[in-house]
């Protein structure tokens, strides 16, 4: 043992011992891992994290009995300086929404499992409604200096809920994990599974890390996982993803409205729908912002995009009944994507202002509100599906005049034919970049 393992043994004891805490020997907090943030770093300084002075242990019902007040008792006896642990060999269940923004210098040490309980009619009227686009979280972890880790699962038990859905698209299907006004964090080593509908939401916050979280899920039955983005951020800046793994059926990663200062970097992404700005502008009357994001390094297979910029056009349009709009104002700027290993994705990159409009003539005839500018896509390569060969890359603005400085370089990648041609359309210069072709395959697109 080095000395900073015996220091941190020592105190994780001395604070076990201590008469406010369950004494258990089979417990043992974890240390908190701090992965670094690299190789890029969103610019700004992260706040350091004070050490925990106390331990608290979360008891265990079992048999599927509702642990919600074990967990609220135990956050609430070590918040403020405290370390709370969810030892390993213990299944919690969660069968109530627990708000917990009242966070404040506290680590939550999840070695164990972390059921949420499937009781759809009970979390469509607790869950927590943050209002953007009628999302709802099991939980709401908000406050300051929060560190969430331990090697231990969060399941949404998501079944019921795909099933349900299938027969009902209003449904609200709560989120597996949602930092709501959190500031300064960091979430590590943790696995999240069968989230009802998208498995993280970051909204509100700033300076928050996720490293090494494995993602994965999926439907037994004929009805889909639907909606299962990996992370979606929302109002937040100053946000790292990295060092993941996803296997999921929707977004890898969605940046939303007022997402900036933003790197994601070193992710394996399988089954998705790429890394993607937005939608954006889909509300008239809203202004939506997305700046200074950073994508790096991602390995994408199996999925319908790469990388992807979604803009709605000016005029308002029908995609389907729970998704329409067009109108709304703003700018996605400065946002880069560096390095993408591509195997059997649908379109390498796509970049579109036409969003939920499949008639390109009308959408150009009402350009779009949302800017698109300085966008630096680079050094990708593999191999797309077969579903739009010969294309490789769909690059659909509403104007030239608002969508401006799309830089496209060292994309080494074909489709199964051998060939590299784009959908191109009202983009200045983007023809002396990549091979353009007028036949367009797509407008109105998921
Ligand atoms: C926890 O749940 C898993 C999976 O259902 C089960 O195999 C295990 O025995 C459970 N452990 C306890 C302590 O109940
Ligand atoms: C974020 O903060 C704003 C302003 O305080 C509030 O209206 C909103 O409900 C909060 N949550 C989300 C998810 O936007
Ligand atoms: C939110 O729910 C309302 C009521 O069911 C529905 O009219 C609206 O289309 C939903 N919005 C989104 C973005 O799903
Ligand atoms: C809900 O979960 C319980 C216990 O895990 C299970 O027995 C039941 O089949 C599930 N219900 C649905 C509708 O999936
Ligand atoms: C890129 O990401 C992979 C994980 O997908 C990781 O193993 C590798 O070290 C990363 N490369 C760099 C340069 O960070
Ligand atoms: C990746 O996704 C594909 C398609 O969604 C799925 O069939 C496959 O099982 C996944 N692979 C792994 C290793 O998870
Ligand atoms: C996003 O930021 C813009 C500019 O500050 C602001 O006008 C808009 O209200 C913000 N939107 C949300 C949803 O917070
Ligand atoms: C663009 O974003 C990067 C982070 O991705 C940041 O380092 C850089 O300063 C930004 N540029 C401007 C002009 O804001
Ligand atoms: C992509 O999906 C196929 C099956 O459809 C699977 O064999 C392969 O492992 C997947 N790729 C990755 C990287 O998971
Ligand atoms: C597309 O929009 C244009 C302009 O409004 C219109 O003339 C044309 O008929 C539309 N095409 C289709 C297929 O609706
Ligand atoms: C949106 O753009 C249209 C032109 O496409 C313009 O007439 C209108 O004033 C703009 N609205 C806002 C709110 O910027
Ligand atoms: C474009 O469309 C024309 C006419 O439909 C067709 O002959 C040509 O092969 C298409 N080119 C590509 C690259 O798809």
Redesign the pocket.
């Known amino acids: 043992m080095r000395v900073s393992e015996l220091l941190t043994f020592a105190l994780a004891s001395a604070a076990l011992a201590s008469p406010v805490e369950e004494r258990d020997a089979k417990v043992t907090p974890s240390k908190r891992p701090n992965h670094p943030i690299a190789p890029h770093h969103p610019g700004k300084a992260f706040p350091a994290s004070p050490a925990r002075k106390k331990t608290c242990t979360v008891k265990a019902n079992g048999n599927g009995k509702d642990d919600s007040n074990n967990i609220l008792s135990a956050i609430k006896s070590c918040n403020n300086g405290g370390h709370v642990v969810f030892p390993k060999d213990k299944n919690y269940t969660i069968g109530t929404a627990l708000d917990l923004t009242f966070l404040k210098h506290i680590d939550l040490d999840i070695q164990g499992t972390i059921k949420f309980t499937n009781d759809t009619d009970y979390w469509q009227k607790n869950a927590f409604y943050?209002?953007?686009q009628n999302?709802t979280t099991f939980f709401q972890l908000g406050g300051e200096d929060v560190n969430v880790y331990g090697g231990g699962t969060l399941d949404g038990n998501g079944q019921a809920w795909y099933d349900l859905y299938a027969k009902d698209i209003y449904i609200l299907r709560p989120i597996l994990f949602g930092a709501?006004?959190l500031k300064g964090g960091t979430i590590e080593d943790l696995k999240f599974r069968y989230s009802p509908q998208w498995y993280t939401?970051v909204?509100?916050s700033t300076d928050v890390v996720f490293s090494n979280i494995d993602i994965f899920g999926g439907s037994t039955s004929e009805n889909p996982a639907k909606n299962t983005d990996g992370w979606d951020t929302?109002?937040s800046s100053n946000i790292v993803i990295q060092n993941s793994h996803i296997d999921n059926g929707d977004d890898c990663v969605s940046f939303k409205p007022n997402s900036t200062d933003i790197v994601v970097q070193n992710l394996v992404c399988n089954g998705s729908h790429g890394i993607s700005v937005g939608s954006l502008g889909q509300y008239v009357g809203e202004v939506d912002i997305v700046k200074n994001i950073y994508v790096a390094n991602i390995s994408m297979s199996n999925a319908s995009d790469g990388a992807r910029i979604k803009v709605w056009p000016g005029a308002a349009s029908a995609l389907s009944g729970d998704l329409q709009g067009g109108g709304g104002s703003g700018e996605v700027a400065n946002v880069t994507y560096d390095g993408m290993t591509i195997s059997n994705v649908d379109y390498a990159i796509e970049i579109t202002q036409c969003y939920g409009q499949k008639n390109i003539t009308l959408c150009n005839q009402f350009p779009s509100n949302l800017t698109i500018s300085d966008i630096t896509i680079k050094n990708f390569k593999g191999t797309t599906s077969d579903k739009y060969d010969p294309l490789i890359g769909y690059l659909q603005c509403s104007s030239p005049t608002v969508c401006k400085n799309i830089n496209i370089s060292n994309i080494d990648v074909k489709s199964p034919s051998g060939t590299d041609l784009y959908s191109c359309g009202s983009i200045s210069g983007i023809e002396s970049q990549v091979h353009c072709t007028t036949n367009g395959t797509k407008g109105g697109n998921s």
Do not use: K, L
């Open positions: 943050q209002t953007f999302a709501i006004g939401f909204a509100n929302y109002r």
